[in-house]
């Protein structure tokens, strides 16, 4: 079963996204923020990131130029998923690092089908 880390520090968000995966088949680690993401990232990658960008400590920009400049971390797919939705956003995810980015609120099958393409890669 591929494991997917979600970094959301919204309680409602991570209970709908964590529903969303865990539906499709995924196992999901859930990190409340930055510094916990990281955390359990010290203890092994998972397959994919969900990645929040607003959280309080290390938002989700400095967690993905982290993981992106680690070698043991630097291929983990990385979604951003936040409710920062303008093209200048969507642009700076890119230039940390990220994969793909989806602006909340989103569609289960964006999500989802954003993960798969990923995971095939």
Known sequence: MRAVLLVEDSP???AMISRILKKNG????VANDGFEALESLQKGSPDLIVLDIVMPGINGYEVCRRLKSDPKT????VVMCSSKGEEFDRYWGM???ADAYIAKPFED???VGTIKQL???
């Open 26 to 29: 995924w196992r999901v680690i």
């Open 119 to 121: 995971l095939r890669q």
């Open 95 to 97: 230039k940390q690092g």
């Open 74 to 77: 630097q291929n983990v797919p």
């Open 12 to 14: 409602a968000q991570q």
């Open 109 to 111: 099958i964006e999500l």
